[in-house]
């Protein structure tokens, strides 16, 4: 019997025109996309405190350099290798990942990735508020040292995001290509600022390392390495939302291998060398670029530049991490949460998540927050990259993941194997952080996550050759 046009038609559950495989005419993303893309991403404030940390952390600009550069090489590996799947059936993260957890299960990789970029957007809205608060401090000085003032500005601005997710983020698009020029202009000017102040480039970046042994040094590299790679962990598991509109593998494989370490390394050394000349300056290493604004003692060029920064934060506050997390929590429930209800879940949760703390001091963002949360990504990274290359030899039936029943299905759209690998890995990435005798484990987070959980998962589908050597491709 021919199957009716019901019957073959993909389930509504699972499907619609978003997470619909891309077609072929609107593949149309070359290589320069992809550089430009990266270089539009990279320059954003915490990007800048992510180097500025380093050297706050007493490391001088050789050693900062390059464990930024090795980060991001390192990351590039599994970015690479999710988005070849995007790139070569032209689907989203969400479908893409239905491969590996179930239908149901994909869900869970979604939340925590939703999650982290709820913690992302706090910390942007207290970057704004801090952005807020130093412009007033600018104009009104006594104001200074009055940390209620940074609190309504926090909340201020953090309301201003609110709004622009309840009228819909069409509302600030005109702002979109603003956003990277204005944070590479403040952070120019920013630059030849501490380069005059300094004397040159031998004394700002003159500043030694802290470090007098290789074990101290050692102790504090391992884990910053793991912060730089987690820094784009959310990006490495839904990497193919932007593959998928790829001309073919190489666009995107050259793109990305040249775009990401190149525009994270160069903008990066805008912020150690910054931080670095603050040492000489200031007798002290400013790791805010917020608060070395604050220090310039031409009100109108502050204020000018804390416009720009405040701008700038916004937009890329609502574009990165805003649109994501909110069809992800409507996804769980389509008809009670809508992509405005979604993201007024993100807000809520993100001030839920005190971004204050997360940003009080360098170690708190680096040590706390980064390494914290590569701990839960990277077993997902792992497994998703297990199961495509290792498992599926990068073959996936499109047809099947549109669908309930199909060989996606496992146990009523839930992997077991994906869920007990993922358990295991987040748990034994993150238990140093509460058990003294294995914190070298957290160090790692990242790395025992992504290995231990790749290479379970791994082990646990070879009982399961049916599901493993599906070789059909189709689409809805």
């Known amino acids: 019997m021919i199957p009716s046009a019901a019957e073959l038609a993909p389930d509504p559950r699972l499907y619609n025109k978003d997470l619909a495989p891309t077609e072929p005419a609107r593949r149309t993303w070359s290589t320069y996309n992809y550089i430009a893309l990266w270089f539009s991403m990279s320059m954003a404030v915490t990007t800048y405190m992510l180097a500025s940390s380093l050297i706050a952390g007493g490391m001088n600009w050789k050693q900062a350099i390059f464990t930024i550069l090795l980060g991001n090489l390192i990351v590039l590996i599994p970015m690479l290798l999710n988005a070849h799947a995007g790139a070569k059936y032209g689907i989203p993260f969400p479908v893409f ?14 939340i925590l990735r939703a999650i982290v970029a709820c913690g992302w957007f706090g910390i942007q809205s207290w970057l704004g508020g801090e952005a807020i608060a130093a412009m007033v401090g600018v104009l009104l000085p006594q104001t200074i040292h009055m940390p209620w003032v940074l609190w309504i500005c926090f909340l201020g601005f953090w309301l201003l995001n609110m709004a622009v997710v309840w009228r819909g983020v069409e509302s600030i698009r005109f702002l979109q290509s603003l956003s990277a020029p204005f944070m590479l202009a403040i952070s120019l000017v920013l630059l030849f600022w501490m380069l005059h102040k300094a004397g040159g480039f031998g004394p700002m970046l003159s500043t030694p390392s802290k470090f007098t042994s290789t074990r101290s040094f050692l102790r504090f590299f391992f884990p ?13 598991l839904n990497i193919p939302d932007f593959t998928r509109y790829a001309k073919n593998q190489d666009a995107q494989m050259i ?14 050394f805008i912020g150690v060398a ?16 917020i608060t070395l604004i604050g220090r310039i003692h031409q009100p109108f060029a502050a204020f000018l530049g804390l416009i720009g920064l405040l701008v700038a934060t916004l937009n890329v506050n609502i574009a990165a ?7 992800d929590f409507s996804n769980l429930a389509p008809r009670l949460i809508s992509f405005r209800t979604g993201g007024m879940i993100t807000g809520f949760l993100g001030l ?7 940003m009080e001091t360098f170690g708190s963002y680096v040590f706390g927050w980064l390494v914290g949360y590569s701990g839960l990504l990277g077993p997902v990274a792992g497994i998703m990259v297990a199961d495509y290359f290792l498992v599926r030899g990068t073959k996936l039936d499109c047809y099947s993941l549109y669908r309930r029943g199909g060989i996606y299905e496992y146990r009523r759209g839930l992997n077991p194997a994906a869920l007990i690998a993922l358990v295991i890995g987040v748990v034994a990435a993150l238990i140093g952080r509460f058990a003294p005798s294995v914190a070298f484990l957290y160090d790692y987070a990242w790395f025992v996550g992504f290995f231990l959980s790749g290479a379970l998962y791994y082990l646990m589908m070879l009982g399961k050759p049916a599901v493993a050597t599906e070789r059909i491709e189709a689409t809805p």
């Open 97 to 110: 990942v239905r491969a590996s957890f179930g239908p149901i299960g994909a869900n869970i990789p979604a």
């Open 224 to 236: 910053s390495l793991t912060a730089m790679v987690g820094y784009w962990a959310t990006l490495s």
């Open 255 to 268: 793109g990305q291998a040249f775009g990401l370490p190149v525009a994270m390394t160069l903008y990066s």
């Open 274 to 289: 910054v931080t670095s000349a603050s040492t000489a300056v200031f007798g002290e290493p400013i790791w805010n670029p």
């Open 321 to 327: 991490n805003v649109v994501s997390p909110s069809n």
């Open 352 to 358: 839920a998540m005190m971004p204050w703390k997360l």
